[in-house]
T-cell receptor, first 114, second 117 residues
Framework: AAGVIQSPRHLIKEKRETATLKCYPI?????VYWYQQGPGQDPQFLIS???????DKGSIPDRFSAQQFSDYHSELNMSSLELGDSALYFC?????????????FGPGTRLTVT | LAKTTQPISMDSYEGQEVNITCSHN???????ITWYQQFPSQGPRFIIQ???TKVTNEVASLFIPADRKSSTLSLPRVSLSDTAVYYC??????????????????FGTGTRLQVTL
């Protein structure tokens, strides 16, 4: 079965650089979520999109922005990167019929800021 | 979202049944209980979801008492590959089609299950 695709899988950036993470949801999933998981920490919600509109917002820094495109893929743009941004970034998607509980996570993008 | 409390860690031997209990005293009427599993450096994986009584799927069972203030995830005959972190989440499961909002998952501190031979 198709899964959530994230690219790149690994990314190394320097402080103050920018990064763009991409997420391709499972076909026919119209909702996308972004989560950040720091080393040894639990996943933290960043932002979600439903039908290409921003839906819910968590602890996402102002330096980060995201959007969902007409084909439902989503991009997380991160600027002025800081060392503390080093983390695993997960994208998840859910199907039209599902509620909050049923989210399918991608493999993640490991961002390292040096 | 209702606050959840679960043990930080548990140990088990391969072949045993493991029960992980989660407390959620402030659960609301519309809230469902959902469990996720996460392996190191992988995204969380949906295991099971329930509202009341008992739910069973091919992976686990979920027991929810009548007052719904707690729930127990039961993993039958665990194997080494079940070593992971297990998260209990409680919240409104309404579809975004009804609410217009794709609500977040709020992960608390999960239970780190270690299975050994």
């Amino acid at each position: 079965a198709a899964g959530v695709i994230q690219s790149p899988r690994h990314l190394i950036k320097e402080k103050r650089e920018t990064a763009t993470l991409k997420c391709y949801p499972i076909p026919r999933h119209d909702t996308v979520y972004w989560y950040q998981q720091g080393p040894g920490q639990d996943p933290q919600f960043l932002i979600s999109f439903y039908e290409k509109m921003q839906s819910d917002k968590g602890s996402i820094p102002d330096r980060f922005s995201a959007q969902q495109f007409s084909d439902y893929h989503s991009e997380l743009n991160m600027s002025s990167l800081e060392l503390g941004d080093s983390a695993l970034y997960f994208c998840a998607s859910s199907p039209r019929r599902a509620g909050m509980g049923e989210q399918y996570f991608g493999p993640g993008t490991r961002l390292t800021v040096t | 979202l209702a606050k959840t409390t679960q043990p930080i860690s548990m140990d088990s031997y391969e072949g045993q049944e493991v029960n992980i209990t989660c407390s959620h005293n402030n659960i609301a009427t519309n809230d469902y209980i959902t469990w996720y599993q996460q392996f190191p450096s992988q995204g969380p994986r949906f295991i099971i979801q329930g509202y009341k009584t008992k739910v069973t799927n091919e992976v686990a069972s979920l027991f929810i008492p009548a007052d719904r203030k707690s729930s127990t995830l039961s993993l039958p005959r665990v194997s080494l590959s079940d070593t992971a972190v297990y998260y209990c989440l409680v919240g409104d499961m309404s579809s975004p089609r009804l609410t217009g909002t794709a609500s977040k998952l709020t992960f608390g501190t999960g239970t780190r299950l270690q299975v050994t031979l």
